[in-house]
């Protein structure tokens, strides 16, 4: 039997380890070569650039966009009869554009989703990540928290925090109405949608303290506050980005739930789920019907939700680690 030199066995690294280490261009190729990523990032970077050059137009208190009109003469023009670039989707019963309340609205609308979103991230891998990595009476403690959460319906949380909070808000923080609604708001969606994030981070970190490297590290005498940060937690990068890209549009259709019951963003400020709320009436009268009312919120409501889910399936399978595993 023929005995190979130790340095050579020590400089050869192991197949599986040569074909998942992927050089660093690799991660940008696959991920600008996705056709989801491309189609869904390309969509909501052009509604959120669109948003945003447009506030200084959308959000001006002097125009008809944000604030009542009592021209009648202008209060029911369809986008068949638009006759200048704010007439483009028509006009509400006010008379205010309902082009430029869309374009302001998805701004506080994609806002909203965002803010939730990182609430519930951090909440949920803060949970998630001392819950899997400590295990014990902590898992316990915490995972039966969770459940008892999971239990309660969330739209009556949401309800009971936003009116509990919100005239605080109003009344002892100086804050007016509408920023108030912003706030609980936002809040509310953040502090009731990090279960599942908790949930998932605690079924990745459970499955990482297995792994051989783990095991390796404590052996080799590491702190656990190294392998937490250096080992552990990068491997949940993937996971967590993937997520939270699905948790904005939920934030966001919640958000738009609200608002349609009418306890969410308070006028005059819009947002999609509040202009859908407000347009239901008149849009659906079978002898004057103002389609338009409800048509383009709704569209670029759906759109939004369409293109994040659509980035959050490509980075998805561009993060997965067993992406390339499974071509071998």
Not at 6 to 16: G, N, R
Not at 26 to 52: E, K
């Amino acid at each position: 039997m023929t005995a190979f030199p130790a340095e050579t066995v020590l400089e050869s690294p192991p197949a599986d380890e040569v074909a998942v280490v992927a050089p660093p261009d690799g991660f940008w190729r696959r991920l600008l070569g996705s056709g989801r990523v491309q189609i869904g990032g390309g969509v909501l970077l052009a509604i959120v650039l669109i948003c945003l050059l447009t506030l200084p137009l959308t959000a001006r208190r002097s125009s008809t966009i944000y604030f009542d009109n009592q021209d009648d003469a202008r209060s029911r023009v369809s986008p068949f009869e638009a006759n200048s670039f704010r007439e483009w989707f028509g006009t509400d019963m006010q008379g205010r554009s309902i082009l430029g309340r869309c374009l302001l609205g998805g701004l506080i609308s994609l806002a909203i989703g965002l803010a939730a979103a990182a609430i519930s991230v951090v909440l949920g891998v803060s949970v998630g990540l001392l819950s899997g990595y400590r295990g014990g009476w902590v898992d316990a403690v915490l995972m039966r928290i969770v459940d008892i959460l999971y239990g309660l319906p969330y739209v009556l949380l949401l309800v009971l925090f936003t009116v509990a909070f919100q005239p605080v808000l109003v009344e002892h923080a100086g804050m007016s109405r509408p920023a108030a609604s912003v706030t609980v708001l936002f809040l509310a969606i953040g502090l009731v949608s990090w279960l599942t994030m908790a949930r998932v981070v605690r079924g990745q970190v459970l499955s990482l303290r297995a792994q051989p490297f783990i095991e390796a590290a404590r052996a080799a005498g590491l702190t656990e506050r190294r392998i937490f940060l250096h080992h552990l937690l990068p491997n949940l990068v993937g996971p967590i980005i993937v997520y939270s890209t699905l948790t904005i549009p939920q934030a966001m259709l919640q958000e738009a739930f609200l608002s349609f019951l009418g306890i969410g963003i308070q006028p005059p400020l819009p947002t999609w789920g509040s202009l859908a709320s407000e347009a239901l009436l008149p849009a659906l009268n079978p002898v004057n019907s103002r389609w338009w009312l409800l048509l383009f919120p709704c569209t670029l409501l759906a759109a939004t939700l369409l293109s994040l889910n659509f980035l959050g399936d490509g980075l998805r399978d561009v993060l997965d680690p067993k992406r390339d595993v499974a071509k071998l």
